[in-house]
């Protein structure tokens, strides 16, 4: 029975040992060997490894995938304009030299995020006290993210990191002077709005000067085709009235006469004493001249 239980210790032991020079390699993560606390070998491959057993030899984990770094705290950053902004920022970066990343913050990657912040935090101050606020609101966004990871690279190389991209979350004003900001772009936008409206205003009275001016041309253009054409007719009218009136006197007397009816009694509420033997009355009182015919018989 203890020939048995010894050898039963003996496999677990044996086991034990061989357990603890297999380790395995997932393809998210470095595996960094060390031999008596120096870095022997740093293996990227996943799959099963094996290793001298501990003491001898220990094994340390790196997360290889990218890591994201978010801006602490804003703090205000001064333009070239000496306005203040606060921006908010992160950085995407990754370990590509374990042997450098360990050498310079050790195996806690928190450890290198604090030692990054403030030299991200720099760069970009560098970046925006060159450029205005609105070409940090619009324009020049994109150059001042470029030039800081420009700025990062040297850094990244000793700190064993690779930058994989920055990007700018949020740029607005102080608390300080955001309300002041606010007033003078209201102020500049009703001045605007007022210079519009005035040039609308004078372009408008230009439009209705013009359309005037066209409206009392083409009104006297057509007055004076009509009394031409009027003039014409008259003329016309005149001729016709003379050769008719010339063929037959007596018509034409007769004719005027009743021109002088249609105008005197016009409307039927005028009231005309004359007497009825007068010249005025002499197309009505027949051929004869005489006396107003009699009124028929009933």
Same mark, same amino acid.
């Given at each position: ?6 050898? &039963? ?16 390699? *997932?393809?998210? !993560? ?47 950053? $001064? ?8 921006? *908010? ?7 590509? *030299?374990?042997?450098? $990343? ?63 991209? &920055? ?5 607005? $004003? ?39 001016? !066209? ?9 004076? *085709? ?18 008719? $009136?010339?063929?037959?006197? !007596? ?22 004493? &004359? ?24």
């Amino acid at each position: 029975m203890n020939r048995i239980g010894t050898i &039963v210790v003996g496999v677990l032991l044996a086991i034990v040992v061989i357990a603890s020079t297999l380790f395995v390699v *997932d393809q998210r !993560q470095f595996a960094v060997v060390y031999a008596l606390g120096e870095i022997k070998e740093v293996i990227s491959e996943p799959g099963l490894k094996w290793k001298l057993p501990a003491p001898l030899q220990n094994v340390v984990m790196l997360d290889r995938r990218t890591q994201t770094l978010d801006s602490p705290e804003s703090k205000p950053i $001064f333009t070239a304009e000496k306005k203040s902004l606060v921006i *908010d920022w992160l950085l995407k970066w990754r370990i590509t *030299d374990p042997k450098q $990343f360990i050498r310079n913050n050790g195996v806690d990657i928190r450890n290198a995020e604090s030692r990054l912040t403030p030299i991200v935090q720099a760069a970009l101050n560098e970046e925006v006290t060159k450029r205005t606020v609105g070409a940090m609101l619009s324009t020049e966004r994109e150059k001042v993210m470029q030039g800081v990871i420009k700025r990062l690279s040297d850094d990244a190389k000793s700190f064993g990191i690779q930058i994989v991209d &920055v990007r700018i979350k949020r740029v607005d $004003f102080s608390a300080n002077i955001t309300e002041s900001v606010y007033r003078r772009m209201e102020s500049e936008r009703k001045r605007v709005a007022n210079e519009l409206r005035s040039q609308g205003a004078a372009e408008g009275e230009k439009i209705r000067a013009d359309a005037d001016r !066209q409206r009392e041309v083409i009104v006297a253009e057509a007055y004076r *085709d009509a009394q031409k054409l009027k003039g014409e007719g008259d003329a016309k009218a005149s001729a016709l009235y003379a050769e008719s $009136f010339g063929k037959d006197p !007596q018509f034409a007397q007769f004719y005027r006469s009743l021109e002088a009816y249609r105008s005197a009694f016009r409307n039927k509420t005028d009231v005309m004493v &004359v007497d009825p033997s007068s010249d005025f009355f002499r197309a009505m009182r027949g051929s004869g001249g005489g006396a107003a015919p009699a009124a028929p018989r009933k």
